[in-house]
């Protein structure tokens, strides 16, 4: 069977209230996320990153005490018998030189997950909050999440502030062991990189890439995902698709042009312009500022092995794809139209023809859903921590994705 899987969202907060992640929405909840990815969404497999709060895990025991959330075998919790939830953390680690990078641990049981809580509350200010810097060293984080039979995913590995490739080194081997390397099953792109961009680096071609949606808010869900071979929703099964075993593998990795990352080129802060010539971009070609916000297209064009990309025989294909809340011309009752009609965004945007689009919404809707599906929109480009914007042709009207 294939799964759309988006593994990479935060908690707002609980059901009582609690802040979790200060800039996440009040109504982004563990169950919400659940039922959004259910009824709305269609995402079928959600990784949710939060977990490790004890206020959170407060949720997660309710919702299991009450029967909404079983554990299950192979790993992972399934709600309603529809949607598998993998519990994971966010983790902000700090290398020897200074520089900080994000990390998700996936844990297959609750068990694993409060283990981890526990080591993690050591280390951190504030074991509710959502990605607290640890003051540990990927290194370390990633024997701790093995030992409690997780895996580890470096998170938005280009992204300038807290990533890997941004902010600490230029290879992953300078971070991690090889004992580590081996068993690290994947890497997250990020929402300004994309395959390939990605696969101008030779050591990153064992690795599947993941394009998820960093979501903050409910309507972020999906923004960018993934579709996965599997047998049946575990843990295990998506373990196996991302190592690529027995017949299990990533299919496709559909996101945004990375145009529309909010780091995709180097950013002056100075004159708050983002750079249009040719990558890398250091410095400021108006005013001569050396402190540029260096963006994902410069930085790998920095540190990148090859000048085009080398996709190794199992790298499947990244689709361009605009979220179907930022068409333009598509609001809240157009939106829930569709939902009416075929069931899902996934629906939407996957399995319904111009054709059928077009009963519901219009034939000029219908085209410009179908250039959201196909990642033909006319685009903007981000940097220095703004968005990029899809800009609707015929009004010329820019619409942030954001």
């Known amino acids: 069977m294939r799964v759309f899987c ?3 969202i935060h908690i707002g907060s609980t059901s009582r209230g609690e802040a979790v992640k200060v800039t996440g929405a009040k109504n982004l909840t563990f169950g919400n996320i659940a039922k959004e990815c259910r009824e709305r969404k269609g995402i079928q497999v959600v990784g949710i990153v939060d977990c490790a709060s004890p206020v959170v895990l407060k949720d997660i025991d309710e919702m299991v005490e009450a029967g909404e959330i079983i554990e299950i075998a192979d790993g992972g919790l399934l709600f309603r018998d529809e949607i598998l939830i993998i519990p994971g953390s966010e983790v902000e680690t700090t290398e020897a030189n200074g520089g900080n990078s994000h990390h998700i641990a996936f844990f297959p049981t609750l068990e694993g997950i409060k283990r981890f809580s526990k080591f993690l509350s050591r280390y951190v200010t504030n074991i509710n909050f959502s ?13 701790v999440t093995n030992s409690l039979d997780g895996i580890l995913i ?43 961009l990605a696969d101008r680096i030779a050591e990153l071609s064992r690795f599947s890439f993941l394009s998820n949606s960093d979501a903050h808010s409910l309507n972020r869900i999906g923004r960018e995902y993934n579709i996965m071979e599997i047998e049946r929703p575990s843990y295990k099964e998506i373990l196996m698709a991302l190592l690529r075993k027995d017949g299990r593998r990533v299919v496709a990795n559909y996101g945004l042009d990375p145009k ?60 361009y794809q605009v979220p179907l ?3 333009p011309g598509i609001g809240d009752k157009t939106y829930e139209a569709l939902i009416k009609a075929f069931g899902s965004e996934m629906g939407v945007l996957h399995l319904a023809d111009e054709e059928s689009l077009s009963r519901v919404v219009g034939k000029d809707l219908a085209k410009l859903i179908i250039k959201a599906r196909e990642g033909t929109l006319k ?24």
């Not at 060293?137 to 990633?142: G, H, L, N």
């Not at 990352?261 to 890398?280: M, N, T």
């Not at 971009?281 to 064009?301: H, P």
């Open 6 to 8: 988006d593994l990479h």
């Open 131 to 143: 990605t607290q810097r640890c003051r540990l060293p990927a290194q370390r984080i990633w024997e």
């Open 260 to 319: 529309l990352g909010k780091y995709h080129r180097s950013f002056c802060p100075l004159c708050d312009r983002i750079a249009e010539e040719d990558p890398p971009v250091t410095v400021c070609k108006n005013c001569g500022n050396e402190n540029m916000v260096i963006g994902v297209l410069d930085r790998i064009t920095m540190i990148q092995d090859y000048p085009e990309p080398r996709h190794p025989e199992h790298r499947p294909p990244y689709h």
């Open 325 to 327: 809340e930022f068409v």
């Open 154 to 196: 470096p998170a938005h590995a280009f992204t300038p502030h807290k990533s890997v490739y941004g902010n600490c080194y230029p290879r992953l081997s300078q971070i991690f062991k090889d004992s580590a390397l081996d068993k690290i099953p994947a890497i997250e792109l990020g929402l300004s990189a994309d395959t390939d």
């Open 379 to 402: 685009l903007a480009p981000g940097g220095g921590g703004i968005y990029g914007k899809v800009v609707e042709e015929k009004k010329q009207r820019q619409l942030s994705l954001f």
